[in-house]
């Protein structure tokens, strides 16, 4: 793709970009000049014609459309108690608050034999926080697919997976270190990892569920993978 029909290029030959992305791409070696314009070897999901639609402030509006995604599903086997289940709760609230409260969505996937007023509880912990929180209550558990798909239905159109158990912690700075990697530095990284959690790019998680119908098996395999190829990222 090159930046020649792209609203935020400046220029004519090509001399910047409004939201700064140009000179990163420049840096990593991914942009070539052809013409007045660069040439891009990456993808720019902040490229934008002018058939786009970018309000008072097309920049806030693109890095607000454009800003990392995660999923993070908290999953209840009723070996631990509502104790644990604050605890995880606990981590991922503070690693929000920390990044941004509109993009993350938390799935609490939990037995139906929880109290129902425990479950409300947990709920409206974020929700009263503004966050994005919603309770699955699954009758069985055994069936780790079917509660995996009911789950990952929610949250499948966010850029990364999480999935801890109750319990589970990650680190304060866990959703704003990724978003720093992928959106300011443009780092080509589908696996992070995070105390007890493995952060995997969606379109791993697509193609590589189903030859193994167990979350927790194919993130452990992928983040095997990456750090034998040197792209795992710890946190």
């Known amino acids: 793709m090159d930046c020649s029909k792209c609203i935020f290029a400046t220029g004519s030959p ?16 991914r942009a070539e000049r052809k013409g007045d314009f660069y040439s891009l070897s990456q993808f720019c999901n902040m490229y934008r014609d002018q058939t786009w639609d970018g309000g008072d402030d097309p920049v806030e ?15 209840d086997d ?16 503070e690693a929000i608050t920390n990044y941004d409260i509109k993009k993350v969505v ?29 309770a699955i209550a699954h009758r069985f558990l055994f069936d780790d697919r079917i509660r995996e798909t009911e789950v990952f239905q929610k949250i499948a159109n966010l850029t990364y997976f999480v999935k ?6 990650i680190k304060p700075e866990t959703f704003t270190s990724i978003n720093q990697s992928i959106f300011h530095d443009l780092e080509q990284i589908i696996c ?12 791993i998680v697509k193609s590589e569920y189903f030859n ?7 993130s452990s395999t992928v983040r095997d993978f990456c750090s034998e190829k040197g792209v795992l990222r710890l946190i």
């Open 14 to 29: 090509q001399d910047g970009c409004k939201v700064g992305r140009i000179e990163k791409f420049i840096e990593r070696d």
């Open 192 to 203: 992070f990892e995070s105390q007890d959690a493995i952060i995997v790019h969606q379109n």
């Open 164 to 169: 801890i158990k109750g319990g589970d912690t």
């Open 212 to 218: 193994h119908k167990n979350f927790d098996h194919m």
């Open 106 to 134: 938390v799935i609490l996937s939990l037995s139906a034999a929880r109290k129902p007023e425990d479950i409300v509880k947990l709920v409206n912990r974020l929700q009263s926080k503004g966050m994005f929180c919603e």
């Open 78 to 93: 009723l070996a631990n108690g509502t104790e644990e289940l604050e605890k995880t709760l606990d981590s991922v609230e």
């Open 61 to 75: 509006k693109v890095i607000r459309q454009t800003k990392t995604s995660f999923g993070v599903a908290i999953c």
